[in-house]
């Protein structure tokens, strides 16, 4: 089945990050008036350093959020490089998010042990509330590279041990893990992500177009991509 994809163009950074909080927030609300609870999914890089820094600031019904995170690098704890650190330096540190309520990959444990944990972290979720991802300049998302991507992998989370982009080794959810979700959100900007929104447009199946909720994606892009 072909992916649902909404593309949503705004001018700056700026804008799309603005966008991503007020969705964010929407859905929270949402999922905690229907549910109870609001099931986040963290994307890693950089792209979400603002977007994460902006929710800081914003008051939220914080003891309802759950946070996991789509993929993580295989490195220390503290290390400076970790998606972890990044999200609780900008943002989970900052808000009164219970800390049992947060679940970081615990990838410094290696990527087959952290992967079977991270399964069964997730075990109780059948369906995330939001997904959140990035878009590697190569059309890999979370850490699922080109030529590397198990579509029909029925695994939870995947032990990545070559990853193109540094470090090599990391923890990755699968595609069919990353596609349980009734929302999926995807922050693309900088001019360097040009070839892989191409590809993606023109229908190539880079690792980004592999999932596939029911409700469809949308794209966040910066207009210099669009
Ligand atoms: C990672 C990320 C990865 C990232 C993209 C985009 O651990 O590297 O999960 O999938 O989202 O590579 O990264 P930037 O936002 O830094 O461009």
């Known amino acids: 089945m072909p992916q649902q994809r909404r593309w949503h163009v705004f001018d700056t950074p700026g804008s799309l990050a603005t966008a991503a909080v ?5 859905a929270a609300r949402a999922a905690i008036a229907e549910r109870g609870a609001f099931h986040l999914v963290l ?4 792209t979400p350093k603002r977007i994460y820094e ?10 309802h959020w759950h946070i996991y995170f789509g993929d993580e690098r295989c490195l220390p704890a503290d290390h400076t490089e970790r998606n972890s650190r990044m999200a609780s330096a900008a943002w989970l540190s900052r808000v009164a998010i219970p800390p049992a309520q947060i679940f970081p990959i615990a990838a410094e444990r290696g990527p087959a042990v952290a992967a079977a944990e991270y399964a069964r972290t997730l ?6 509330d939001l997904v959140l991802l990035g878009l590697g300049e190569d059309g890999h998302t979370a850490s699922l590279f080109p030529g590397q991507v198990k579509v029909h992998a029925v695994q939870v989370a995947l032990a990545v041990f070559a990853a193109p982009k540094p470090p090599p080794m990391r923890v990755s959810l699968s595609v ?11 922050l693309v900007t900088g001019a360097a992500k040009a070839a892989a929104v191409a590809a993606w447009r023109s229908g190539v199946a880079i690792p980004a177009a592999a999932i596939q909720p029911a409700a469809g994606v949308d794209i966040y892009l910066e207009a210099l991509l669009a």
Not at 43 to 46: F, K, L, S
Not at 123 to 128: C, D
Not at 176 to 186: N, S, T
């Open 22 to 26: 007020v969705a964010i927030l929407a």
């Open 54 to 63: 902006m929710l800081a600031a914003e008051p939220a019904d914080w003891q």
């Open 176 to 186: 069919r893990r990353l596609g349980a979700a009734r929302q999926v959100i995807f």
């Open 123 to 128: 075990a109780g979720i059948e369906l995330f």
């Open 43 to 46: 994307a890693g890089g950089t």
